[in-house]
């Protein structure tokens, strides 16, 4: 249950291993909550050293070209190029590559594509130089924080286009966030006395070439998404119990008859959440509840059971090795396939925006009953309606977001469109998926919030009806950043102040990934 007034700050070791044990949902969160630095595992250096010697001396040995290796790249895969220029194949690869466009990725979400990035090479698969890897776990562990651009990826070839932006400051090029700052790679290495990485052949196309532009946007996404969801059921009760609803549709045994684990866990939660409430257990004068209270379990319940669907596409790739070639040593063998396809991730990802957006959707069919004037709470939530206009306009900036959620929702995964001469000729969109996903999930923050300052209000007109402890103690917490409105005021600073306190409120990771 959620605890108002402790973190779920715990005393770690000092370094998370990269190794090749999984990652998963709570090992990210624990990572970004206790901001530990990485260090490579023994195992993870014998991989990578095992791996890049053994591409040098297939390079010595072997004349014939190797895609990507000694080769062009995309529809240059018939140019062979000399031993003497393949350092500079793979810079030039880095700086063509390079051109994202468009609004910043996230410093968030740039850090998280730092982690996965590294934790794919660690492998042993790549062909990376240990050093390279090496300057990424650098980066990470100061907030150097590469500048990447929204805009550029098809999501197939990997993320090309922001992988390169990723991997541009390793060769002292392009530019970082540094202590709240964008300045110079070059002035970077220089400040901590760091040489350009001279890259090896292979290495720029392992930098470019995975999924990790959609990755970092999907893992950072199903963290925020897992919160909401608990957000929509704690609010959505605090509106049932101010809307004077009914507690049987609830009932265990109506779930354990159509027994999806979201629904099932949706009613456990809201019974919880309700539990010695004296507005729920009132007589009342209704029979049944409209839908968007009624069918919470349903509703709320089908985003979990996706969001479980979602976390296993996401948690599989992000332990997966999504580069090209790929080396196999023990076998003798180096492979050119297309694990760089973002396939998995864009249906992913847009199952993520349809799923999160009936969550909202749902919520702001809630806020219009409750400003609506049934069940005798007043018009707007106000009293003296006429003279004051009280929440009235809320629930229409509500309506705004969902009905742009709804545009967004639009799959980017049926569309594709042909690059590189023809030779990629089917693409996943998986990255414009995921940019479409970052701003959805952040609208549905903004909805529920407004939700929470509607069903606040609404439970003030139940007095001296109290309902649960449990929800009045959250009330408590959330009426010291948001105070009960007497008369007409300027709402945006109580829905800013409402987003801001859903954003920040500690939940025990418990409540969230089970």
């Known amino acids: 249950m959620l605890n108002f007034e402790t973190t779920i700050l715990t005393v770690m070791e000092s370094y998370h291993y990269i190794s090749t044990l999984p990652l998963d949902l709570n090992a990210i969160s624990d990572l970004i909550l206790t901001n530990r630095n990485l260090k490579l595992s023994e195992d993870a250096i014998n991989r990578i050293e095992n791996c890049r010697s053994y591409l040098d001396k297939k390079m010595k040995s072997h004349k014939e070209p190797i895609y990507g290796i000694n080769t062009g790249f995309g529809s240059l895969y018939n140019v062979k190029i000399s031993s003497k220029n393949l350092t500079k194949l793979q810079e030039n690869l880095m700086m063509s590559h390079a051109c994202g466009t468009g609004e910043l990725v996230p410093q968030e979400i740039v850090k998280l594509m730092l982690l996965l990035k590294i934790q794919s090479l660690s492998y042993g698969y790549s062909g990376v130089q240990l050093q390279t890897v090496n300057r990424l776990v650098d980066f990470y562990n100061n907030d150097i924080l590469p500048i990447v651009y929204t805009q550029g990826s098809l999501g197939a070839s990997g993320d090309l286009a922001p992988l390169a932006h990723l991997a541009l400051p390793l060769i002292g090029k392009g530019k970082v966030w540094y202590e709240?700052?964008?300045?110079?790679?070059?002035?970077?290495?220089?400040?901590?006395?760091?040489?350009?990485?001279?890259?090896?052949?292979?290495?720029?196309?392992?930098?470019?070439?995975?999924?990790?532009?959609?990755?970092?946007?999907?893992?950072?996404?199903?963290?925020?998404?897992?919160?909401?969801?608990?957000?929509?059921?704690?609010?959505?009760?605090?509106?049932?119990?101010?809307?004077?609803?009914?507690?049987?549709?609830?009932?265990?045994?109506?779930?354990?008859?159509?027994?999806?684990?979201?629904?099932?866990?949706?009613?456990?939660?809201?019974?919880?959440?309700?539990?010695?409430?004296?507005?729920?257990?009132?007589?009342?004068?209704?029979?049944?509840?409209?839908?968007?209270?009624?069918?919470?379990?349903?509703?709320?319940?089908?985003?979990?059971?996706?969001?479980?669907?979602?976390?296993?596409?996401?948690?599989?790739?992000?332990?997966?090795?999504?580069?090209?070639?790929?080396?196999?040593?023990?076998?003798?063998?180096?492979?050119?396939?297309?694990?760089?396809?973002?396939?998995?991730?864009?249906?992913?990802?847009?199952?993520?925006?349809?799923?999160?957006?009936?969550?909202?959707?749902?919520?702001?069919?809630?806020?219009?009953?409750?400003?609506?004037?049934?069940?005798?709470?007043?018009?707007?939530?106000?009293?003296?309606?006429?003279?004051?206009?009280?929440?009235?306009?809320?629930?229409?900036?509500?309506?705004?977001?969902?009905?742009?959620?709804?545009?967004?929702?639009?799959?980017?995964?049926?569309?594709?469109?042909?690059?590189?001469?023809?030779?990629?000729?089917?693409?996943?969109?998986?990255?414009?998926?995921?940019?479409?996903?970052?701003?959805?999930?952040?609208?549905?923050?903004r909805i529920l919030a407004i939700e929470l300052f509607n069903g606040s209000q609404a439970l003030q007109f139940r007095a001296p009806l109290k309902s649960s402890e449990f929800i009045e103690s959250f009330l408590s917490i959330f009426r010291k950043e948001v105070s009960f409105v007497n008369k007409d005021r300027v709402l945006h600073d109580d829905i800013d102040s409402s987003i801001e306190f859903i954003k920040t409120l500690q939940i025990d990771s418990c409540e969230l990934y089970q």
């Open 180 to 445: 709240g700052e964008i300045v110079s790679a070059s002035n970077i290495l220089e400040k901590f006395k760091w040489k350009p990485i001279t890259l090896k052949s292979k290495e720029g196309l392992a930098l470019l070439n995975g999924t990790q532009f959609m990755s970092a946007y999907g893992i950072h996404l199903l963290l925020k998404s897992y919160r909401l969801s608990y957000f929509a059921d704690l609010i959505g009760a605090m509106s049932l119990d101010a809307y004077d609803g009914r507690i049987e549709p609830f009932d265990e045994l109506v779930h354990l008859v159509r027994p999806h684990n979201g629904q099932i866990k949706t009613a456990e939660r809201i019974r919880e959440f309700l539990k010695g409430s004296e507005l729920i257990s009132q007589e009342k004068k209704h029979v049944q509840d409209p839908y968007s209270f009624r069918c919470i379990p349903q509703v709320h319940g089908a985003t979990k059971d996706t969001l479980t669907f979602i976390e296993k596409t996401f948690v599989t790739e992000i332990n997966s090795v999504t580069d090209n070639p790929n080396i196999f040593v023990e076998e003798d063998k180096i492979i050119s396939g297309g694990n760089f396809h973002g396939q998995p991730l864009a249906f992913a990802l847009d199952y993520l925006k349809i799923a999160m957006a009936e969550l909202g959707n749902i919520s702001e069919r809630r806020t219009y009953q409750l400003v609506s004037g049934f069940r005798e709470l007043p018009d707007f939530l106000v009293d003296d309606p006429g003279l004051n206009s009280g929440l009235m306009i809320p629930q229409y900036t509500a309506a705004s977001i969902v009905s742009a959620n709804k545009q967004l929702a639009t799959p980017a995964s049926v569309d594709s469109i042909v690059s590189s001469n023809g030779q990629e000729d089917h693409v996943s969109m998986g990255a414009n998926a995921a940019t479409q996903a970052y701003t959805l999930v952040n609208n549905v923050e």
